[in-house]
């Protein structure tokens, strides 16, 4: 079976899995690391973030300024919410292949923090951060080891998805009016290349990701296995 298809069947099993599970206060990590992507460029940039808002309905905005000697940077601000969210879906299955959970749990802990200490102003979005901050300290702490791991891979999971899925709804509204495609909308204003092109670049690099993020995860599950294998008949010698 190929890479492309094992990514497929992933991300429609995460799809399905992540929608049986009560998951919709944690969907809103993957608007925060999008969010996040935009605020970090803006500021790498010399622009101005006024603030970073978080919705219920697992949407978001970055309001910033940039001055207009520098309006180029859009650009890049523009590309930065979708790649950002795209890579930390991938960076997550990577770190847990490697074992890594803790500083996987580490980095989504200093990203809430940051984003709640400088950005986020919104009533649900500090909320959420503070909630989201605290229970992930408390299920680091746990000395479960599967259930530290579900919730990980939970997180990981729902980022998986709302990486790639955001990206295609992003092409289903460029397809109905290109004018209310968000980041797709101001990469085409300033571009000149079509939001729907826009769109499906999103797309094809959240999928090019997923690939990656699928690769490293059932690579390190064989690892685990062969591991476990090697110490198992280790285990009987004297």
């Not at 973030?49 to 940039?66: D, F, K, M, P």
């Not at 400088?118 to 979005?125: A, C, I, T, W, Y």
């Not at 397809?175 to 094809?204: C, E, K, Y």
């Not at 999928?207 to 699928?214: E, G, M, R, S």
């Amino acid at each position: 079976m190929s890479n492309w298809v094992k990514t497929i069947l992933f991300l429609i099993g995460s799809a399905l899995l992540t929608h049986w599970i009560p998951s919709s206060f944690f969907r809103n990590l993957d608007t925060m690391v999008h969010e996040f992507g935009h605020a970090v460029v803006t500021l790498a940039l010399s622009g101005q973030v006024q603030r970073i808002e978080l919705y219920a309905n697992h949407s978001g905005v970055t309001l910033s300024a940039i001055s207009q000697a520098r309006s180029w940077s859009i650009i890049p601000v523009a590309l930065a919410g979708y790649t950002t969210a795209s890579v930390f879906a991938w960076f997550l299955f990577s770190a847990f292949a490697r074992g890594k959970q803790q500083v996987g749990f580490l980095v989504m802990i200093a990203i809430s923090a940051i984003s709640l200490l400088l950005f986020v102003r919104n009533g649900f979005g500090i909320m959420f951060l503070i909630g989201f901050i605290a229970l992930t300290i408390i299920m680091m702490a746990i000395p479960i080891k599967w259930l530290r791991n579900f919730y990980y891979l939970l997180l990981a999971f729902l980022c998986l998805e709302e990486s790639v899925f955001g990206p295609i709804y992003l092409i289903q509204a460029a397809s109905r009016d290109a004018r209310q495609a968000g980041d797709a909308t101001n990469l085409a204003l300033h571009t000149g290349v079509p939001t729907m092109v826009w769109a499906i670049i999103f797309t094809l690099f959240a999928l090019w990701c997923a690939k990656q993020a699928v690769q490293a995860f059932l690579g390190g599950n064989k690892r685990s296995r062969s591991t476990n294998r090697q110490s198992s008949a280790y285990s009987y010698r004297d």
